[in-house]
């Protein structure tokens, strides 16, 4: 009877069967990023041509945004790690400039992200774009050298530890907004990103901030890659929880917690923006 209590209010929460199984997925891509980088580029890709042949769901939005992130995202970096050293070596330049293209236009777009009548929707455009000044900054600090060759890693250098962080909860409040419908199947993505990014630390010997970027290339496909085809081929229940009841939960009390969080978020980057040196290596 407890264990039935405890799932249901999880259940309203979190889209357990699809979270069950995407953890198993991403302990899969983790294992195929560090041993099998060649594998994992073709899984990509066949999961990348399925979608695009099956799925009659998605908007076309939605769609676009599902290419971006599995074969040009993710696919495209796996390409760059499985070629020889001498190929990353030439062509390095070149692939840290799609990158830097890919890193900064995707976060500078969201802050046209629907705010959806939300006050919390406003405040994540402020934080968003504090958020996106303050990573270009570092990456104006880093000559815009953000891409490390590294022997089965995506390594981007141009990140501190505290943007993480900061992004984690820009980004957990931004998905609380209708315009994400319920969130169930998401809400989880930040703790995905950090652990995968501790464990490819942990596994590389190489800085924390050193692997978000490989971590969150692997998790955001994954999530997006796995949504798709569970919606496609009925692999699991629908979410059946809609917009309008997740407007009753998050209600004007918690609409100004949410949005008091996406402030402070906004008002740190800014301090970190201001006090960070012209000169010098890159701070935590």
């Not at 889209?15 to 899984?43: K, M, Q």
């Amino acid at each position: 009877m407890a264990f039935s209590r405890l799932h249901a209010a999880l259940e309203s929460y979190i889209d357990i069967p699809f979270n069950a199984w995407l953890s198993i997925i991403l302990i899969l891509t983790y294992e195929c990023a560090i041993r099998h980088p060649g594998l994992l580029l073709l899984v990509v890709l066949g999961v990348s041509v399925t979608i695009v042949v099956f799925d009659n769901t998605s908007t076309v939005g939605e769609m676009t945004k599902t290419m971006c992130v599995l074969p040009l995202g993710l696919g495209s970096v796996l390409a760059f790690l499985v070629a020889n050293r001498s190929f990353q070596t030439r062509y390095l330049p070149a692939f840290t400039t799609y990158v830097n293209f890919a890193v900064y236009g995707n976060i500078g777009m969201m802050v046209g992200t629907p705010a959806d009548g939300t006050l919390r929707g406003m405040c994540t455009k402020v934080a968003c774009v504090a958020l996106f000044i303050w990573i270009v900054q570092q990456g104006h600090r880093a000559g815009w050298k953000t891409i490390a060759l590294h022997d089965n890693l995506f390594v981007f250098t141009a990140v501190s530890k505290s943007w993480i962080f900061a992004h984690a909860i820009y980004r957990f409040v931004l998905l609380t907004l209708p315009r994400f419908g319920s969130g169930r199947r998401h809400r989880l993505l930040e703790l995905y990103s950090l652990t995968l990014t501790f464990a490819l630390s942990s596994t590389s010997n190489l800085p924390f901030e050193y692997c978000f970027g490989m971590a969150d290339t692997l998790v955001v496909p994954a999530v997006a890659g796995w949504s798709a085809i569970a919606t496609t081929f009925n692999l699991i229940p629908r979410d059946a929880i809609n917009n309008d009841l997740l407007s009753n939960r998050i209600g004007t009390v918690a609409d100004a917690y949410l949005s008091a969080v996406s402030l402070a978020v906004a008002i740190f980057a800014f301090f970190k923006i201001a006090s960070a040196p012209r000169r010098g290596s890159q701070g935590v």
